[in-house]
Nanobody, 126 residues
Framework: QVQLVESGGGLVQAGGSLRLSCAVS????????MGWFRQAPGKEREFVAA????????DYAVSVKGRFTISRDNAKNTVYLQMNSLRPEDTAVYYC???????????????????WGQGTQVTVSS
């Protein structure tokens, strides 16, 4: 059973930074594509960033491109999301997800992912 545990969320002022971590247990993440999603109050969950199992391809939502960076450390079985220049609209619960690589993967689609964490709250004050 694959388990994902997010950490690193919290309260930060606009313009600040946070680094989220997603620790994975039960399987090595080296064979999984990994993604971050978020859900703001009253809104649907949306794609934030993703990285392929090899790290050769990353993808970002337009709203976070240039501010957020996804990375992975397969030796530590951990995926990170570095978030800089945070804005109040980044306030959300952030979820980590793992996907068994599929033919023609769609990294931005929730349906692509097989395992999910419980989420960590990020609150950005203005």
């Amino acid at each position: 059973q694959v388990q994902l545990v997010e950490s690193g969320g919290g309260l930060v002022q606009a313009g600040g930074s946070l680094r989220l971590s997603c620790a994975v247990s039960g399987r090595t993440i080296s064979r999984y594509n990994m993604g971050w999603f978020r859900q703001a109050p009253g809104k649907e969950r949306e794609f934030v960033a993703a990285i392929t199992w090899s790290g050769s391809l990353v993808d970002y939502a337009v709203s976070v491109k240039g501010r957020f960076t996804i990375s992975r450390d397969n030796a530590k079985n951990t995926v990170y999301l570095q978030m800089n220049s945070l804005r109040p609209e980044d306030t959300a619960v952030y979820y980590c997800a793992a996907a068994i690589p599929k033919y023609q993967p769609r990294l931005g689609a929730e349906s692509e992912y097989d395992y999910w964490g419980q989420g960590t709250q990020v609150t950005v004050s203005s």
